[in-house]
């Protein structure tokens, strides 16, 4: 059994940053892949960022140079440090595991509100 807690969401202004914590917790893999995808009211989720056990990194085009992603592997925490803020990153943010063999697991979420 798995469990992710995401926090670090709020609201920020445009131009403004957040940092996004999520911890897993339970049967954790030494290989597995973690990511961040968010989700806007009436639109699909998507994925944001990705990170491999080994560090290597995936972007949507959307965040590429704004958003980064890392990972602490000896705490199972994954973060996403977003800069330079937009109100069209408002969304529900949620963090995801994939290991072998296994389901994806999920976050419950954390709200990500950009206004002025």
């Known amino acids: 059994q798995v469990q992710l807690v995401e926090s670090g969401g709020g609201l920020v202004q445009p131009g403004g940053s957040l940092r996004l914590s999520c911890a897993a917790s339970g049967s954790i893999f030494s290989i597995n892949v973690m990511g961040w995808y968010r989700q806007a009211p009436g639109k699909p989720r998507e994925s944001v960022a990705t990170?491999?056990?080994?560090?290597?990194?995936n972007y949507a085009d959307s965040v590429k140079g704004r958003f980064t992603i890392s990972r602490d592997n000896a705490k199972n925490t994954v973060y996403l440090q977003m800069n330079r803020l937009k109100p069209e990153d408002t969304a529900v943010y949620y963090c995801k595991l994939l290991q072998v063999g296994q389901l994806p697991y999920w976050g419950q979420g954390t709200q990500v509100t950009v206004s002025s």
């Open positions: 990170i491999t056990n080994g560090g290597s990194t």
